[in-house]
């Protein structure tokens, strides 16, 4: 069976820069405001879907002519919200679905990581994820909320912050220390409630952790870095690990090829290979029929705003193309922020490069399922599926993709555990990979 996981961000629109103008896109307004949250959440739930990925940055894209300036007038992940505040609310309304966060190991500490983890452990009954990141925006330094390193550096300090973590979750309380014994007057046995006494390079934690073990004590671990060193971080540490790359669609050999590196990464860590699961992203406009579909990309590309494509690309990439002709080959490659969407299109045209943002899978549901299912051939467990416009793709994923994955019996048709772990990987609540970086951490 193969793995679905919704995907969105808490601004008006995460990536198809423009659809805000859309009259039929409800989130203009939408993504500020907890029922849409909701109404999303419990479509997801409906079609059975493993998760839901919520995307976030820290601070604002400048990189585009130098200026803020284009961000915010195209609406470019900016105004934002803290999508970790809408976790509680989307629980709530839901039984199964997971809720995967994104958490900067830059731009926050350990200590408060892990508790913030844990309590959305504790209120989502084991739903919760955690998608790892380093961060890549400079303009978040600026408002005092950590030092941006340099690429490397940034994953160095992370795998001291796993440490941290892991030490938390797995080290700082045992099983059986809450014990609520009303006799004795104990809520918890304090010696069952461990510091964990960390010194490192950059960090110092006495501890003990503030939370009581969650029901999955580790998160679900997500990992997107695509680059040689995010790679290396990635298949150490995360069990899912999601890839987002145009050219999957046109070169096969290149799709299978990253796969298998991926995979033997893995093993190279002392894991099995399969234990991580490889999700490539995937933007569907499906209708009933090709012809449907293919008015539903016309109309829907009317509203794309190409400066705010590139103002979006600079961001991710640090590379400024204001004021190039469209024809102009991508050059002066910055290896600091996103390097495999740098990399990807070094030497193409700017309007190469814009004619895929963002990549489309278009088709009626039966030559998208078929995509779908021919891209899983090359060796992929599954798609973090990307909205075109909200809520609207999101029910065109229930309504339309998934009854036909169904059908192929290529996707569930229940939920056969109460966690995110369970739902997603068949494993365990939690994290029982004796080779995982946490295994020597386990109380």
């Not at 103008?21 to 849409?36: A, H, I, M, T, V």
């Not at 892991?166 to 700082?172: D, F, G, P, T, V």
């Amino acid at each position: 069976m193969i793995s679905l996981v919704g995907f969105s961000q808490c601004v008006p629109h995460s990536q198809a820069i423009g659809q805000w103008k859309n009259p039929e896109d409800q989130f203009s307004e939408g993504y500020r405001q907890l029922e849409s949250w909701c109404h999303i959440a419990k479509t997801l739930e409906k079609g059975l879907v493993d998760g839901f990925f919520l995307a976030d940055i820290h601070g604002i894209y400048d990189v585009y002519g130098n200026s803020r300036d284009a961000a915010h007038r195209y609406a470019v992940q900016t105004p934002g919200v803290d999508p970790m505040l809408l976790t509680s609310a989307m629980a709530n309304v839901t039984t199964h679905l997971g809720f995967i966060n994104t958490y900067s190991t830059t731009f926050h500490a350990p200590y408060e990581c892990a508790r913030a983890f844990s309590s959305l452990d504790h209120f989502t009954n084991g739903r919760i994820g955690w998608n790892i990141v380093t961060s890549y925006t400079h303009s978040a330094e600026a408002n005092g909320i950590g030092k941006m390193l340099n690429h490397d550096k940034r994953y160095d300090r992370a795998d001291e912050f796993m440490d941290v973590v892991y030490k938390l979750w797995e080290a700082s309380w045992e099983k059986d220390a809450v014990i609520q014994d009303v006799e004795k007057d104990a809520h918890t046995d304090p010696c069952k409630v461990h510091e964990i006494n960390h010194i490192g390079e950059h960090f110092s934690v006495k501890g003990p952790h503030m939370c009581e073990p969650s029901i999955q004590r580790t998160p679900v671990l997500f990992q997107a870095g695509a680059s040689k060193r995010g790679s290396e971080f990635g298949t150490k540490h995360a069990e899912g690990i999601f890839m987002e790359y145009p050219r999957f669609f046109e070169d096969a050999e290149f799709m299978t090829n990253k796969i298998s590196k991926l995979r033997k990464q893995v093993s190279e860590h002392g894991r099995e290979p399969h234990s991580v699961k490889i999700m490539m992203a995937i933007t569907p406009i499906v209708a009933p029929s090709e012809k449907e579909a293919l008015e539903k990309e016309t109309w829907l590309k009317q509203f794309n705003s190409p400066e705010g494509h590139l103002a979006l690309f600079g961001g991710h990439t640090g590379i400024d193309l204001e004021g190039l002709d469209y024809d102009t080959p991508i050059e002066n490659i910055n290896l600091e922020g996103m390097q495999h969407i740098a990399l990807k299109w070094k030497g193409k045209t700017i309007t190469q490069m814009l004619s895929q943002r963002p990549p489309t899978c278009v088709g009626s549901t039966k030559q998208v399922v078929d995509r779908m299912e021919e891209l899983i051939s090359y060796g992929v467990d599954g798609f973090v599926v990307h909205p075109m416009i909200q809520p609207q793709s999101h029910e065109d994923l229930v309504n339309l993709i998934i009854p036909e994955l169904q059908k192929r019996k290529l996707f569930r048709t229940k939920y056969d555990h109460s966690t995110l772990r369970g739902n997603l990987l068949g494993s365990k609540d939690g994290l029982s990979d004796s080779n995982h970086p946490s295994a020597k951490y386990r109380s």
